[in-house]
Antibody, heavy 117, light 106 residues
Framework: EVQLLESGGGLVQPGGSLRISCAASGFAFNSYAMSWVRQAPGKGPEWVSGFNIAGDRTYYTDSVKGRFTISRDTSSDTLYLQMHSLRAEDTAVYYC??????????WGQGTLVTVSS | EIVMTQSPATLSVSPGERATLSCRASQSLTSNLAWYQQKPGQAPRLLIYGASTRATGIPAKFSGSGSGTEFTLTISSLQSEDFAVYYC????????FGQGTKLEIK
C-alpha cells in the first residue's frame, strides 16, 4: 500500500524559510516521479514542483522559481521541499504526490504552511 | 498557462440521481485530462485520467468523456459518499487544476 506522510509545516513569518518532508513507503520510491501540490484555503490545488522518474530533473511553477527547492533522499525514501522568502500567498496545505506523466496518482494527507506575521 | 474552468460551481442533486459536471480548457488538451474527488479534510483522490479511463479501484458509476477543450464527469446513482468537491486537471502542459465543483445533496 502506498503511504505518503508529510511533516514540517507550521507558522512562519513573511520572508522566512521552512523545509517540509514527505516520508514514502509501499512502493519503489526511486522508480516513480514525485511532486508537491499545494492547496490554499477554499481554492483548487496548484502544482508546485516535481521530479522526473529518473530523479535527475526538477521542475517548478513560475511563482516559486528561485525560492523553492525540491530534493529527495533515496536512502530514506523521503521527498523534501525547501522554501525561502515565503509570502502570504504561499499559505496552503502542501501535499506530496506520486505522479506519472503529471497525473497525481497517490497523495499524502498534507501539511499546513501558514505565512503570517 | 492553460486555464481550466469548471461549471457549475455548486451542483445540487438528489441521492439516486445522476450528476453531470463540466470542465473547459482554454486550449486543446487532446485527452490529457484527469478528474479528482476531494472530501472535507482529505487529500484529492484520482478518479479518471486520459479523459475517460478510471483509476485503479474506481467504480463504474464514475465515467468521463470529452476531448479537445470540453470534458464531462458523470456520476450515476448518487450515494451519500459521492457528495464532495470534484476537480479537473490538465496535463497536456505544466499541470493546472480547475476551481472545483461542489456536489451537494438536494
Amino acid at each position: 500500500e502506498v503511504q505518503l506522510l508529510e511533516s514540517g509545516g507550521g507558522l512562519v513569518q513573511p520572508g522566512g524559510s521552512l523545509r517540509i518532508s514527505c516520508a514514502a513507503s509501499g512502493f519503489a520510491f526511486n522508480s516513480y516521479a514525485m511532486s508537491w501540490v499545494r492547496q490554499a484555503p477554499g481554492k483548487g490545488p496548484e502544482w508546485v514542483s516535481g521530479f522526473n522518474i529518473a530523479g535527475d530533473r526538477t521542475y517548478y511553477t513560475d511563482s516559486v522559481k528561485g525560492r523553492f527547492t525540491i530534493s529527495r533522499d533515496t536512502s530514506s525514501d523521503t521527498l523534501y521541499l525547501q522554501m525561502h522568502s515565503l509570502r502570504a500567498e504561499d499559505t496552503a496545505v502542501y501535499y506530496c504526490a506520486v505522479s506519472s506523466g503529471w497525473i497525481f496518482d497517490y497523495w499524502g494527507q498534507g501539511t499546513l504552511v501558514t505565512v503570517s506575521s | 498557462e492553460i486555464v481550466m474552468t469548471q461549471s457549475p460551481a455548486t451542483l445540487s442533486v438528489s441521492p439516486g440521481e445522476r450528476a453531470t459536471l463540466s470542465c473547459r480548457a482554454s486550449q486543446s488538451l487532446t485527452s490529457n485530462l484527469a478528474w479528482y474527488q476531494q472530501k472535507p479534510g482529505q487529500a484529492p483522490r484520482l478518479l479518471i485520467y486520459g479523459a475517460s479511463t478510471r483509476a485503479t479501484g474506481i467504480p463504474a458509476k464514475f465515467s468521463g468523456s470529452g476531448s479537445g477543450t470540453e470534458f464531462t464527469l458523470t456520476i450515476s446513482s448518487l450515494q451519500s459518499e459521492d457528495f464532495a468537491v470534484y476537480y479537473c486537471q490538465q496535463y497536456n502542459n505544466w499541470p493546472t487544476f480547475g476551481q472545483g465543483t461542489k456536489l451537494e445533496i438536494k
